[in-house]
């Protein structure tokens, strides 16, 4: 009985021990995990809109009703070029591909072009899912027209279509849905004069 007691006790300091380690270990570096998302945040949002040097959050009213109408969006940006005329809108999106939720990061730039797309952080597959992260996959979204909606193709992709990747056609439609949430929200946002400069 003693044996299974002490047993008990040492196992009760490791865990507190493991637990207090785990805290502080958060504490350290939650800031600086924050700090890194933001940077990984701004350089997607430049390489999706390059053609903007600053961005700006857009109204909070609007970015409501972008959320409640067009799923899934969660986030959305104004792009300004150096002489702080507006040149596009980013759109951050969270669809659900194959291994839980995607984060797409889409540049339309006004004329209505697609400058860019970019993924986040994901859970997809290694090897299938996750190539949508690798260029070969992602710049296909570049120069579609916001005039349709981008489709998915499991063969040759033509027009305003893109080519599926090999094994992971849900993460393909997936990353499509995030692009064209973002165009649905992009021709509303130019319907309404939501942009201004």
């Known amino acids: 009985m003693k044996e299974i007691f002490k047993t008990g006790v040492v196992l009760l300091i490791?865990?507190?021990?493991a637990a207090?380690?785990?805290a502080f270990t958060n504490e350290i570096t939650k800031d600086k995990i924050a700090e890194q998302r933001m940077?990984?945040?701004?350089?997607?949002?430049k390489e999706v809109l390059p053609a903007a040097a600053t961005f700006q959050d857009v109204d909070e009213d609007l970015l409501l009703e972008l959320i409640e109408s067009y799923s899934p969006i969660i986030e959305a940006y104004i792009g300004y070029n150096d002489s702080n005329e507006v040149v596009g809108i980013v759109f951050k999106s969270?669809?659900?591909?194959?291994?839980g939720a995607i984060e797409v990061v889409t540049g339309i730039e006004l004329s209505g072009e697609v400058t860019g797309l970019?993924?986040?952080s994901h859970q997809e597959t290694p090897g299938l899912g996750a190539k949508a992260a690798d260029a070969d996959f992602y710049a296909q979204y570049a120069g579609k027209s916001t005039e349709s909606y981008i489709g998915v193709s499991k063969t040759a992709a033509s027009g305003n279509d893109i080519q599926a990747i090999t094994g992971a056609?849900?993460?393909s439609d997936?990353?499509?849905v995030g692009a064209n949430a973002s165009i649905d929200a992009f021709k509303m946002i130019m319907e309404t004069g939501g942009v201004g400069n």
């Open 20 to 22: 207090l380690s785990l």
């Open 174 to 176: 997936a990353v499509t």
């Open 118 to 120: 970019r993924i986040g």
């Open 94 to 99: 969270t669809p659900t591909a194959f291994g």
């Open 14 to 17: 490791i865990c507190f021990v």
């Open 169 to 171: 056609t849900i993460t």
């Open 39 to 45: 940077m990984a945040n701004e350089l997607a949002k």
